[in-house]
């Protein structure tokens, strides 16, 4: 089932003369090179239960270990869920990754475009979801219109758990990356990967 909603303008950042951590003398391949070590997400609020957390993380958008910055001011870093940032955007750093082993330079540009955390569009591929778990074609309206319920009800109480208000739920990011050879021969990365349904 399609439905349509209204999303912000997609906000670039780009980096140029990246290279992949660990690959150059000297490198030093520290926090949050490969790991989850030091992220920063969005924290719950005191004394919240451990089955009610949100797991919501601080995640680059130009990776750390490319190079890419993690302070505030430098506008690489977008909340998401902990499964939007690994695995989801994690296989399209490893596909730059395995094409710049050897040191390469690269060029990345990414693109995030946002959308509020409740609205129509991800409440349609949340119903969706929940109608293929089930076996359903939303055929009949009343079911459809009482997973809806559900969903935006679910929704809803997750919002109130958040600390901050101005959570903004990603709608899709969309890489490109150019892998330079010492030869001068480019590789190219392109991906987009869609909403983060999971925050």
């Not at 009343?142 to 935006?152: G, S, Y």
Request: hydrophobic share 35%; glycine share 8%; proline share 3%.
């Amino acid at each position: 089932m399609l439905r349509k909603a209204v999303y912000a303008t997609c906000q670039p950042i780009a980096g140029t003369g990246l290279t992949l951590k660990g690959t150059q003398p000297g490198d030093v391949v520290g926090r949050g090179a490969l790991s989850k070590s030091g992220n920063r997400g969005t924290q719950d609020k005191e004394g919240t239960p451990e089955d009610e957390k949100l797991y919501l993380e601080a995640s680059h958008l130009i990776a750390d270990r490319f190079r890419g910055t993690g302070y505030k001011n430098g506008s690489n870093l977008v909340t998401t869920s902990a499964h939007y940032n690994d695995p989801v955007m994690k296989k399209v750093e490893d596909e730059i990754a395995e094409k710049a082993q050897g040191g390469q330079k690269m060029k990345i540009t990414v693109s995030v475009e946002w959308m509020d955390y409740i609205n129509a569009g991800i409440v349609a591929v949340l119903v969706d979801d929940r109608a293929d778990a089930i076996g359903s074609d939303l055929s009949d309206p009343l079911e459809e219109k009482a997973l809806t319920d559900i969903v935006q009800k679910e929704l809803s109480e997750r919002f109130a758990r958040m600390r901050s208000k101005n959570i903004k739920r990603v709608k899709q990011v969309s890489y490109a990356a150019e892998i330079t050879e010492a030869n001068g021969d480019v590789t190219t990365v392109n991906k987009t990967i869609k909403a983060d349904k999971w925050v």
